[in-house]
């Protein structure tokens, strides 16, 4: 049976009367991500239409999903808001904390041991306070969600940019940061603006080597990381339909790097075999009685450009297996025309290390398909070139593939079976065969490839594909290698050719699993007592922030970023996860990864102070105790990437009072809010040239900060010269009001005791 069955029930027993309400008011069929929303007002029923883009909108998710590594500080923060429990369902999941190094037994025991303390907090807070804690080595939050809590036609939020994997069930699931989870652990409303929607229409059917991964591949490739930015997207058409519920999360999970709000898909047969499969069956039969609105209505998906802001089609028929990389998710390349493009940029082409998992691609089929391209590698006599790593998505996959033979394949090509956790995908991974900043390429079926991010290595060329394509390049161990054409010398010296790969939707005698990794808390957790060392270095009780205030004069740059900056560079994971709950020790990786405008360098910035250079953190320390305000001044889409609400936090934490881009990503610009700073976009994007090392700022008019009113920033040069430039911003009453009190948290504590 279901967790939370009855919330299920009941936002199902509440969705005709809303929908049939919001299509009423509207005055036009409804697409299922409207459907979603209106039936998820705070409110309750719909009394006006919303402007796509441009109207926030309060709504009342049905439940929150936590992953270690941005819990600490999530539940940091809910623990000053002044609650005995939370107010919707909630989990914690331990998935971030794990290094893969030598395999699943020995790392498991080795994060159990290095992060128990970590691992005991979120324990017992989620024992105080009514949460579910899935303990670690149970899985990966997203695939573990997939199996367990997500449900077609609800609502959740997230503390991770990949929570947006339940679309595959048909939910609209949003990744937010840490403070957004409180909001609503708290029992508030959660603040959105009213997303744009964006429809992609499917026809054909998969085939061959090409599968649901190549989809998001693809459509990144035509949107780009920044092209979903503000918008829904929403998958419809028989292709959609043909596909499997865990090749949709696929799709919905990347949707993540075109900088998409969400991504969802309409109920459907497929949907309805997974949930039986996973021990869902009641909330199958609930949903079958309500299918109609867990969809987009007929209308819709037959005329969809009168219904979506944009509309893009893919024939699935031909549709190609793709390799998107290196350093940025949607440089989407076909396989077969990969070779050439390496050679002509100078990527390496031998290929060093295949990884599967991740919770983009760790589900029984994705392991089928890979262990169907690996069994004809131990058969016909093929030695892997590369090494190779695979991550299960859960603990009941795991368990599943071990039973039905399929881990053993990869161990026969001698394959590691890391740990049931994120491990490489998040920097958690401790390479041994590349030292130093080694120039290399690897391939992997995570979701992200940015610079430094498996590997903490500048020089490795990240390539993301399908498991099967991972599996088949690592095999060949060359990039430029096409599976459908090309042919490899087995050890017999013979020439042979890879079959198609062939998967397994669901597993014929179904899921099964001795400890899945569940613990329930206690029904009273008023007993329990949470402590935290004060000379812990892991974990810190967090201490309210004071307003920054309407006078912002005689502020210094503290970096002006110099193209791609995203949470990554801002607040980088790996071996810096371990201080995740200490925001004083995280705050000395403040942006080390940003490069700078003026020397091209990271973690090299001039203090104005001494004349001096020195690493972001120190120089900001040093303003910090001098009392002096700086800013930050970025490019486009910063903030791309992860909810980790650290890069605002940090950043907060050592005096940076604005930051000042020509765009911002979602989740990271509410993040900034959230913390009482200014986030803050150029009106003419071409003076952030205007902006020069030795600067100094004056915002002229703060004191008048109001809801669509330009800001005016004096810019003072080092021979005195000004320039006055316009800033835009898209706060609301609401959250000018957090910025007033000093954070959104502030905000709640002080509502809570009046």
């Known amino acids: 049976m279901a967790f939370d069955i009855n919330m299920i029930k009941g936002v199902y027993t509440k969705m005709a009367e809303r929908v049939d309400k919001a299509r009423e008011i509207v005055g036009k069929p409804l697409t299922l991500s409207e459907k979603i929303l209106y039936s998820h007002l705070w409110d309750g029923n719909p009394t006006k239409a919303f402007v796509r883009g441009k109207d926030y909108v309060d709504f009342a998710p049905d439940r929150i999903a936590c992953q270690d590594a941005t819990a600490q500080m999530a539940l940091l923060q809910f623990m000053q808001a002044g609650k005995d429990k939370v ?10 904390l794990i290094q893969a190094k030598q395999g699943a037994a020995l790392d498991l025991k080795r994060a159990n041991e290095t992060s128990n303390e970590v691992f005991d907090f979120l324990a017992s807070v989620s024992n105080k306070y009514g949460i579910g804690f899935w303990k670690p080595g149970a899985g990966i939050i997203h695939q573990v969600v997939l199996e367990n809590y997500a449900f077609p036609g609800g609502m959740m939020i997230g503390t991770d940019s990949h929570t947006v994997n339940a679309g595959g069930l048909g939910m609209v699931a949003i990744g937010v940061g840490g403070a957004d989870a409180v909001d609503v652990m708290a029992g508030m409303a959660w603040e959105l603006k009213f997303p744009k929607l964006i429809g992609v229409k499917l026809t054909g059917k998969l085939n061959g080597w090409t599968s649901a991964k190549d989809v998001i591949l693809k459509v990144a490739g035509i949107l780009t990381v920044k092209g979903g930015t503000g918008a829904i997207v929403e998958y419809f058409g028989p292709g959609a339909k043909s596909m499997s519920c865990t090749g949709k999360g696929t799709i919905c999970n990347m949707g993540a790097e075109i900088g998409a709000t969400t991504s969802t898909f309409g109920y459907d047969a497929s949907m309805e075999r ?28 037959a005329n969809p450009e009168t219904y979506f802001d944009q509309v893009i089609e893919l024939d699935l028929d031909t549709l190609k297996p793709h390799l998107n990389g ?22 390496p082409i031998k290929v060093d290390w295949g990884l599967i998992g991740s919770c983009t691609n760790s589900s029984y089929e994705d392991l089928t398909r890979a262990s169907s391209i690996a069994k004809q590698a131990v058969d016909k006599h093929i030695k892997a070139k590369a090494d190779f790593g695979i991550n299960p998505g859960s603990e009941q996959i795991r368990y599943t593939a071990e039973r039905d033979g399929i881990l053993k394949i990869f161990e026969d090509l001698d ?15 401790d390479r041994s065969d590349v030292k130093g900043d080694e120039k290399n390429t690897i391939v992997h079926s995570f979701n992200r490839n940015f610079s430094k991010r498996a590997d903490g290595n500048p020089n490795t060329h990240a390539f993301v594909g399908s498991p099967e394509m991972v599996a088949a390049i690592a095999i060949s161990g060359r990039l430029d290698f096409d599976p459908m054409n090309d042919t490899l010398i087995n050890e017999d010296g013979v020439e042979v050719k890879l079959d198609e790969p062939k998967g397994i939707e669901l597993p014929p005698t179904g899921f099964a699993v001795e400890d899945a990794g569940y613990q329930e808390p206690m029904k009273d957790g008023s007993g329990v007592t949470v402590s935290v060392s004060p000379s812990s270095e892991r974990l810190q009780l967090l201490e309210p922030f004071e307003p920054i205030g309407s006078k912002i004069q005689g502020a210094k740059l503290l970096i002006k970023a110099f193209g791609k900056c995203t949470t990554d560079h801002i607040s980088m994971a790996g071996p810096w996860l371990r201080f995740r709950g200490h925001l004083d020790n995280i705050s000395n990786n403040c942006l080390i990864g940003a490069v700078n405008a003026f020397n091209k360098q990271t973690n090299f910035v001039k203090n104005q102070l001494t004349g001096e250079y020195g ?115 898209t706060y609301n009453d609401a959250q000018i009001a957090w910025y007033n009190e000093g954070s959104a948290l502030n905000l709640i504590k002080k509502e809570n005791v009046s």
């Open 615 to 729: 690493g972001v953190p120190d120089v900001q320390r040093q303003y910090k105790a001098k009392g002096i305000k700086t800013i930050v001044v970025g490019d486009h889409n910063y903030g791309e990437g992860s909810s980790r609400e650290h890069a605002a936090m940090e950043p907060r934490h050592l005096g940076v009072a604005a930051v000042i881009v020509k765009s911002f990503a979602r989740i990271h610009e509410t993040n900034l809010k959230k913390q009482g700073m200014l986030g803050l976009t150029f009106a003419n994007e071409t003076d952030y040239d205007l902006i020069q090392e030795d600067d100094t700022f004056n915002f002229i008019d703060l004191n008048a900060f109001a809801p669509d009113k330009q800001l005016t920033l004096e810019a003072v040069h080092a021979d005195g010269s000004k320039d006055m430039i316009k800033l835009n911003h």
């Open 87 to 96: 107010a919707v369902p909630t989990t914690v999941h331990c998935d971030h």
């Open 415 to 429: 394959a590691t079976i890391f740990t049931n956790a994120c491990g490489p995908c998040i920097g958690q991974w």
């Open 326 to 347: 290196p350093f940025t998710p949607d440089l989407a390349t076909p396989v077969g025309e990969l070779g050439a493009k390496a050679k002509a940029n100078g990527w």
């Open 274 to 301: 997974y949930l039986r499969a996973t021990d869902r069956a009641d909330v199958a039969d609930a949903a079958n009685k309500v299918k109609e609105y867990l969809t987009g209505d007929p209308e819709v998906y």
